[in-house]
């Protein structure tokens, strides 16, 4: 493999540096409404405290970011999702119901634990529902059935959605993957961009495997194989900022997102327990 180029340093903001890069103004936003309804963490918070998220759609999958009870900005994602490379329609809706907004849960004095905010609504409406249902001569037992089954459906159902929706999508949490996988999206998201500003079948093909890269180096991550793990990760972050490289060559607006290296070109070491020991002089070849 040849050496990685060196690209220059970025003149604008760089994509996924920090929560709506390409639009301030939207996280502004984002972050008001999130103090508006939910729970911001702050000093007074305990490690039970679920965290407030604020996801930020992109075409390959999300980034989930804190809110600071600071007001400042998060540097790094609290969780990041990449959707399957080559999805279909349906796929892709998977990815909308789980970047959704939280549901509202009703807190229940009597009763230990709480209620989703839908399944009280579903209730009130069934319960009346099958009061006028009574009322116009509906046999008495389904009518009961449908008012006791919507409700439970309401509570239980988005469950096993979800289950089903992560089939499709690697998701994955904690500051070292999801510093990696945040310089890997910066470099893919340059590929997306020349990819759209351009005709041509190359810059199509190099964003369509920097999604692929993204999904295997997410997979690692989420599988936990952390033997393996830090020189295929050097390799496909190689691979990726080859890519950049070529793109910037072949479409100059692209050359304005490059990667951060260090001082030999190279990707920089991963953090925490995935710092290689010792870099290979000869990258292995990537896993198909």
Known sequence: MTDTPRTPPPTAAAPHARPFARDPGRWEREHSRARRTGHVRDHTCSAACE?????????WGWLAWTVPGDGSQPEI??????????????????????TRRPARHL???SLPGSLRFSAAAVALISTTAGL??????????????AMLLAPLLAEHLPGRLDARARAHVHIVEGDGPCRYLQR?????????????GSDRYELRRSAELGHNLLWDAAGLFQAHNTRSAPARLITYERLM??????AAQMHPASR?????????????????????????????????
């Open 77 to 98: 994602p609290h969780q990041i999702g990449v959707l399957t490379p080559g999805a279909n329609r349906r796929q892709r809706l998977t990815l909308r119901w789980l």
């Open 132 to 145: 006028f249902a009574i009322s116009r001569g509906v046999p008495t037992k389904v009518t009961v059935a």
């Open 51 to 59: 965290r407030l998220l604020v996801h930020e759609r992109t075409p």
């Open 241 to 246: 900022l080859q890519l950049a490289h070529q």
């Open 184 to 196: 890997l999206a910066a470099l893919h998201a340059h590929l997306v961009q020349a990819a759209a």
């Open 256 to 288: 304005h997102g490059a990667a951060r290296t260090d001082h030999t070109g190279e990707p920089k070491p991963l953090p925490g327990p995935y710092a290689p020991a010792a870099r290979p002089t000869t990258p292995p070849t990537p896993h198909p």
């Open 107 to 109: 807190a229940l004095d």
